[in-house]
């Protein structure tokens, strides 16, 4: 079992920059992908970036390319997320995924590990 932890939302104003990490417990994630992923009271869950086992690969969804970062560090068991030039429409509950199975994916049901998610909210 792997337990994944978020920290690092919070409240920042359109503009500004906040790096939400992802904490792994339970067993090294450095063969896994592992993914970002955000949500809005009343819609689905949306693929925001992920990243291959072995970082060499990266998938951003078309809303945030160019503005947020992915990055994983196997010897720390950790993903971050860097977001630059935020908007009001990025505030959602964000969570970080892990997949077993080492290929990025944009889709949600490729992962098997969830964390419980951080608010980042973005006023205007």
């Known amino acids: 079992q792997v337990q994944l932890v978020e920290s690092g939302g919070g409240l920042v104003q359109a503009g500004g920059s906040l790096r939400l990490s992802c904490a792994a417990s339970?067993?090294?994630?450095?063969?896994?992908?592992m993914g970002w992923f955000r949500q809005v009271p009343g819609k689905e869950r949306e693929f925001v970036a992920a990243?291959?086992?072995?970082?060499?690969?990266?998938y951003y969804s078309d809303s945030v390319k160019g503005r947020f970062t992915i990055s994983k560090d196997n010897a720390r068991n950790a993903l971050y997320l860097q977001m630059n030039s935020l908007k009001p429409e990025d505030t959602a509950v964000y969570y970080c995924?892990?997949?077993?199975?080492?290929?990025?994916?944009?889709?949600?049901?490729?992962?098997?590990?969830w964390g419980q998610g951080t608010q980042v909210t973005v006023s205007s």
């Open positions: 995924a892990a997949n077993s199975a080492m290929a990025a994916s944009k889709r949600s049901e490729s992962y098997d590990y």
């Open positions: 339970g067993r090294t994630v450095s063969n896994y992908a």
């Open positions: 990243v291959r086992w072995d970082s060499f690969i990266t």
